[in-house]
């Protein structure tokens, strides 16, 4: 995790580079202007500094790992550090930590975690992809051996070694990591508790779209959830091991183990003791090519803000999808080119079991809070021709603008294909679409797929009526 | 089949309606179009005609009937005569064909196929959505009894027994009915041969996607197929059963069963008999709210010209989801509103085994023979997180106009996740998404459903380098 500290040591000069691409950071965002960077630039130099001991791995692969679906750690890593050195000509820095930007010496100060040598190595431009990390709340015990966080690919393998010893754990938080997590352990055969402080669990949906899924884990998956309660104890054995949850309203959970899962804030102390301006939710503040307010240095990835086309105000929504992209962006301009990155909906899709999770753009929990006069409907339909044998269920709740008839928002879920119908619906908001034009699109139709009339369309049409 | 007939019988007043809607056709348009005709003018009364035994079926879902993933022939019966009938206050005449319109009188002529009494009834208003007949091609026997086409519940019956006790089977055609029968008859442990008098097979796809088609079929499927080539014979032993069927450069195959999947035509003689003009390849000749150059008569469906939105010229695709589109617009202008059919691209989907098949708006073909100038790439990835254990390869191939840079077609194919792409890039043309804007959409991604930087926006970027 990147700290503020205030300390510079001695320093070791890397000596005056006339374009020197310092990347700050080296999982989506950082890997991927790296590489883009490369095949921009041919003659760019380019480091990789990051604290951590792998790069360029998936993060959002990890509770497929702990589950055993994807079999090695080593899968979720996508690009080799001897890839990017060899065939790139990246230099991976890994176990180093960027104590400091000098932005008037346009130099780094870097700390080799490992033999805590301290140097210093000059820039030309410095993309900071500093990630996010899991917020860890304030409980007793807390850090005990058995309590994680899901993020990097240390916990991931850590996680994996404790529930092949667990038969109980808690989950606290219900987002995307704590959602996906009750599938990951479930299939570990470890009985697993809910803990969400909010009434609903998976915040990011409206509460009755979230009942369906809450629903679904109660009923089909013997699922235990705590709703309207938090954690405030986590009791220790004589070990030092976590063997007890208790919670603000009296419940009391024994555990072998414990998922954190309550969200994750930007890793942005570097940034703002550097002088750089931060924004939304204490994200680094950038501009659509993804320049900071310094010169010369970009920011990408969960640690940077960004725009968000539905709602029109900048938004921290940190995923993959948009670390990526982001990355890209940055690598374009920081080499040149001028390519912007426009924004995102906070399209994001996830499924627990066989039961799928997808949204984009506007939820009416959003509109209601930002004032926006809004229609809204809700369907019911098949995913496809209902006489297939594995034809399923989905739920479609569809937001437009209620003057514009603009598409502004969409949640599905369900045991069917939500994939496809939340991507059409992020397309369509993009380009404006309104109730009116979306009826037009000539969605594909065969039985194995979906229905005549897609079940997005008819929960589009719904809304004229709404 | 609708077939032209001069001769008018004596006929038997239905007495003066004055609101009268008469439907010729009980499958997806005439069927759509009258539930939707009910909701919006509960007084009007409504009949539909139909010279088939069975109303309101998925001739979709034929081929999954005959390989039994659907098990029975009335699982495909969407809404019953009953429920017609008894809820939705709807005459339904199977087994009448409508012999002629009098435009003048304002009646239909129609007779009792079972009883062949003749009668003539009054309306107001005609829809008519007679759909589209197989194409019988003149070959010797080829109305032997071990001789089908795959088009309504009586075809799907017959090969079904057919089909049971058969060991060798030729599919003439390889459109979608022939490259889904490939399916059906191999689930069914027959041997199948696919003729196709094309140099490709599957003649919607451009021709390097199609040979990726026929590489799967061949290799993995072990399906024979031959190009450039055509039945000219079907040999009978003394039961009047081919046996045999023989191609024009010499081939010889053995067969217990034969499937003629080589297109189908617009069953348009009634309409031209009544004086309604025709348009495309001779399909009812319609504007954007489904009217016939004559008053009050209006066509849907298979039987009816279309717009295509992605070649901005009159079309003929006949498909059951445009079919179903077209009866809602036709009924709501029928009672009183106004709606617009705005046109299709062509959009389609289908599968053979595990291997899918999509398309939408303009191939390479289509932009050659109207002389638009375009850019294209062909793209391979994976349809979700390569470490993923059910991750499988797609092949999208994307066409831009060179000028505008908007998105015009695609053909996606694979093993892998095809239909939430082609109708994200379908949603796209529909808006006159250029390959920036296309660039900045935020679609899903978790690894269970796409990669980071979704695969069709991989390959519309590589547009950009083409």
Redesign the interface.
Known sequence: MYCCIKTILTINSGGLMNRHLIIIGGV?AGTKAAAKARREDKNLKITIYTNEEYISY?A??IP?YIEN??VSSD??LIKSIKSFEEIDDVRIKTLHSVEKIDTEAKKVIVKNMQTNEIFEDEYSKILVATGASPIVPNIPNVHAENVFTVRNINDAIKIKQAAAKSKRAAIIGSG?IGIEMIESLNSLNIKTVLIEAQHQIFPMLDEDVALEVQKYLEVEKNTEIVLNDSAVDFEVNNKGKVVRVLTKKGKTFEVDLVILAVGVVPNTCLAKDSGIELGFKNAIKVNSRMETSLKDIYAAGDCAETYN?ATKSPDWIP???????QG?VAAINICGGNEE???????????VFDFNI?L?GISEKVANKLGIAYITSTTKSRDK?S???DSKRIIIKVLAEKNTEKIIGAQIIGKG?V??????I???I????TID?FG???????????M???PILIAVEALKKS
């Open positions: 989506a998936s959002c692969g497929y679906l994807v899968s979720l995307y086309i995923l993959g999808s948009t670390a990526n992209k890209r990155f426009r924004g995102v909906l906070g399209t994001a899709i996830t499924k997808a984009t021709a006489y297939m044998p294909d994939a496809k119908r939340i991507d059409v992020a397309t369509a993009t380009a404006g679409m034009e037009d699109i000539d969605l594909s139709y065969a039985p194995p797929f979906s005549a009339i897609d």
